[in-house]
């Protein structure tokens, strides 16, 4: 799996230590935002990541796409995020409920706050059940994604 | 002001529990789903309350309006929402969250999780907070705001 990673000002710092964390675990991870800008907008962030995840190229299709985005709060990214028809952003709070949106909602990007007071053990787990949850088979839950476009 | 509240099957417990809470304390409340549907869909919920919150009538921009949507975690709705420009909907966990969702990114639609473990004290600080913090003032969040369409 690919997992590509942005972040605003807010988020960028947590946006590194998960980069530094994934990489560790082994995982292909491509980084939006590389470079540091001081006080930029969370929507156009947003927007470089959601048109990644939606391009359709045959490497990406092969091994399958996620996108972890980041503010201050995880709120901004992820209204941003789920402007464009095909990503279905949530921010993660729990290892529950983001279990939960990958199994009803197959949701494709993860909005954390840069500003959580989750520590680095429990922004794992969450990022985690992101990662590994596997969408649920049920016709319902399908057909609800299918509605979202 | 005017709120407008709306849940799938998993939601509409706690809508109607909210529903009277908000009616006891005088406010204006229109329920866009009154009739309990069995295993209906989130997508189309949200998009009626959307439709609502974006209908530009006299009465509703004289007072302001605000929506209130439920499904069974929130984020499903939440999703769906965002999918329309024009509404900032955020799933609201904490106080201090959906008070800097509405001061940062201007919310105009809470949306809840109908298993919710947060008590009835708890969801109705949440929703005043959601009702009564105004939106910042700043240049930075207005224009972020108008970026996300």
Do not use: W
């Amino acid at each position: 799996m690919i997992i590509y990673l942005a972040a605003d000002h807010a988020g960028f710092a947590l946006k590194d230590k998960i980069k530094a964390m994934l990489t560790k675990q082994g995982q292909e991870v491509i980084d939006v935002t590389p470079v540091f800008k001081d006080a930029d907008d969370y929507p156009p962030v947003a927007q470089a990541l959601a048109k990644q995840l939606l391009r359709r190229g045959t490497r990406d299709e092969q091994r399958g796409t996620r996108g972890l985005l980041l503010c201050g709060s995880g709120v901004g990214v992820c209204i941003a995020a789920n402007r464009h028809k095909g990503i279905r952003a949530a921010v993660g709070h729990t290892v529950e409920e983001i279990k939960l949106a990958r199994e009803h909602n197959d949701i494709n990007a993860l909005c954390l706050s840069g500003r959580s007071r989750l520590n680095e053990k429990e922004l794992l787990k969450i990022i985690d059940a992101f990662l590994k949850t596997k969408k649920s088979s049920a016709v319902r839950h399908a057909r609800r994604v299918k509605q979202l476009g």
